[in-house]
């Protein structure tokens, strides 16, 4: 199975409040990767944490990392309409050669207003 | 600064013909470059990557190839679509930061291929 299990699959919640998920991944890595990506859309790159950090901020958006726990959560606070959409955390995984991306089945986020 | 470059945008294809999608990136070289299936609602699906010219790892047997032409040239064909090809792909490309090891990952708009 792929890397970077994000749960839960599907979260909805009011607009104000805060929406919480969670990434958990197998191998050791070099780095862990939020994205987020509207409907039908690319993906957009929020916030990379290193393997060295364990909480990272930025806006609205909290991430941790636990490495001995091999998982990741992603806080957005105050949540907002504008923030529905789906969120994947991918982790940067050594492979021959170089280093390959791994992705999750992502969270899908619905804020109503 | 660094840009990746995806498209066609949309496609419709009939089953049985060939498909060619074009990406490139401008501003930085030898990156990785991936190739993402993402289906409807689901999850992304890696494809294939390149660590350089010529080198392709494929992650999955499918209907699909690829190929790397140039250092910042990605091209996912087929040479006969199947209706299961439809899907959202995303072309991406990672850097390797020198001493720390660090990687991150940038992507394209993507290209919804709907096979007809």
């Known amino acids: 199975s792929q890397q970077g299990e994000e749960d839960p699959q599907a979260l909805s919640i009011q607009e104000g409040e805060n929406a919480t998920m969670n990434c958990s991944y197998k191998?050791?890595?070099?780095?862990l990767q939020w994205y987020r990506q509207n409907s039908g859309r690319g993906l957009v790159h929020l916030i990379l944490i290193r393997s060295n950090e364990r909480e990272k901020h930025s806006g609205r958006l909290r991430v941790t990392l636990d490495t001995s726990k091999k998982s990741s959560s992603l806080l957005i606070t105050a949540s907002r309409a504008a923030d529905t959409a789906s969120y994947f955390c991918?982790?940067?995984?050594?492979?021959?050669?170089?280093?390959?991306?791994?992705f999750g089945a992502g969270t899908r986020l619905f804020v109503k207003a | 600064s660094q840009t990746i470059h995806q498209w066609p945008a949309t496609l419709v294809q009939p089953v049985g013909s060939p498909l060619s999608l074009e990406c490139t990136v401008e501003?930085?070289?030898?990156?990785?470059l991936y190739w993402y299936r993402q289906a409807a609602g689901r999850g992304l699906q890696l494809l294939f990557y390149s660590v350089g010219i010529g080198q392709i790892s494929s992650e999955v047997p499918q209907n699909l190839s690829a190929s790397r032409p140039q250092d910042r040239q990605f091209i996912l064909s087929s040479k006969k679509l199947l209706l299961s090809d439809s899907g959202f792909y995303l072309c991406?490309?990672?850097?390797?930061?020198?001493?720390?090891?660090?990687?991150?990952?940038?992507f394209g708009q993507g290209t919804r291929l709907t096979v007809v």
């Open positions: 991918a982790t940067a995984q050594v492979d021959t050669g170089g280093f390959k991306t791994i």
């Open positions: 991406a490309w990672s850097v390797i930061y020198p001493g720390t090891g660090n990687t991150e990952a940038f």
């Open positions: 191998t050791s890595i070099n780095n």
């Open positions: 501003g930085t070289s030898n990156p990785n």
